[in-house]
């Protein structure tokens, strides 16, 4: 297996070594290959055998790996536990000689740089892949790989990593488009301009509330002024716990799915009066009303605790107090969607420096 201290290679340069290697050893493995299988067979049967089940054995959609090493030691944890006992595979024998298990590792480094992308890239939480925002009748969707089947909206599994877009963030939208759960075709906008009209005219409109909609107003403003607007993450409106279920149960007033930092941010515009409000308090009793009150609270905390299960947001409440200055309050949120990590590595700005060295 090519040391991967060879930092000076480029990734046509390392296929071109790696490849080398598995043709020289090639004959002697395909021989021990097909010793095993006691009948002669051919080089794609062996490279399938060994690559076929990478994501029974690595789950390659869900888990991102820093390097070879660690995608090729998941592949071998996989293989352990789903093969090793198994004395109908080939390779249960074979991956204890020494010249087979090596060039089967070389081939699995191979295949980790010819998918150096999607075996890098960030994985979210499943429970993330599909997500529904909206109220009542108007409910619109943000799928990481869009696919219709069935009359049904869905993810193209095979698609989510391979994405070249960065989840969540308007550049996903302009590639995507949002979801309309009744219709087969995605809604579309040809260009960033078309998404904000959509934003300001309709899913601003969703909502009654003036503080939201002001948010809605420099939401629009903060993207006007981006200097990468395809990179910003999208201010998603009234993110829907339960998604097209009908009782909702729960919805954030706006969540921030930001990929470059994994944070993942819900927002609550929550004033006592539409929040922690007890009716007709005049006619009830201190007893009644901090029952009530408790249930309230209960409720509060209840949707909070969900949605930190179930996705790992975490929920930032702007009070009455906050909101008195509401301008402040998006000054604060501008923090979380204009965070980025400190000196971030931009794989495809490394591989085009690959080429220089």
């Not at 009070?319 to 495809?348: H, V």
Request: net charge negative; proline share 4%; with cysteine.
């Amino acid at each position: 297996m090519i040391s991967f201290k060879q930092e000076s290679l480029t990734l046509e340069e390392l296929e071109v070594n790696l490849s080398a290697e598995l043709i020289a050893h090639q004959e002697k493995v395909l021989q021990k290959y097909s010793v095993e299988k006691e009948k002669e067979c051919s080089l794609p049967s062996l490279h399938g055998t060994i690559g076929g089940k990478n994501n029974q054995y690595a789950d390659i959609v869900n888990t991102q790996f820093s390097d070879p090493r660690e995608f090729i030691a998941h592949w071998v944890r996989g293989f352990i536990k789903y093969v090793g006992k198994s004395k109908s595979s080939p390779l249960r024998t074979l991956l204890k000689d020494d010249e087979f298990r090596e060039y089967t590792f070389t081939f699995l480094e191979r295949n980790f740089y010819r998918n150096l992308i999607e075996r890098t890239r960030f994985k979210p939480n499943q429970s993330l892949w599909s997500i529904w925002f909206g109220s009542g009748n108007l409910i619109w969707g943000l799928i990481i790989a869009p696919a219709n089947r069935g009359k049904q909206w869905t993810n193209d599994v095979s698609e989510i990593r391979r994405a070249k877009y960065q989840y969540w963030t308007i550049g996903h939208i302009m590639e995507t488009g949002l979801i309309d759960p009744e219709s087969e075709y995605p809604i579309k906008f040809s260009k960033i301009e078309d998404l904000m009209t959509f934003y300001r005219s309709v899913l601003k409109r969703v909502s009654n509330s003036t503080y939201e909609n002001r948010f809605c107003d420099l939401y629009m403003e903060y993207l006007l002024y981006s200097d990468a607007p395809m990179e910003e993450p999208f201010l998603i409106p009234e993110f829907r716990y339960l998604g097209l279920e009908k009782n909702h149960e729960h919805r954030l007033d706006f969540t921030i799915l930001n990929p470059h930092t994994r944070e993942l941010i819900g927002i609550e515009l929550s004033p006592n009066s539409t929040h922690m409000a007890v009716s007709g308090i005049k006619d009830k009793t201190q007893k009644k009303v901090n029952e009530e009150l408790s249930a309230k609270w209960d409720k509060e905390m209840k949707k909070r605790n969900d949605y930190f299960s179930s996705f790992d947001i975490f929920i930032l409440t702007f009070t009455d107090e906050n909101l008195k200055d509401i301008d402040a309050c998006f000054i604060e949120i501008k923090k979380y969607l204009s965070a980025r990590l400190d000196n971030p590595i931009i794989l495809e700005e490394e591989l085009e420096r690959l080429k220089n060295i």
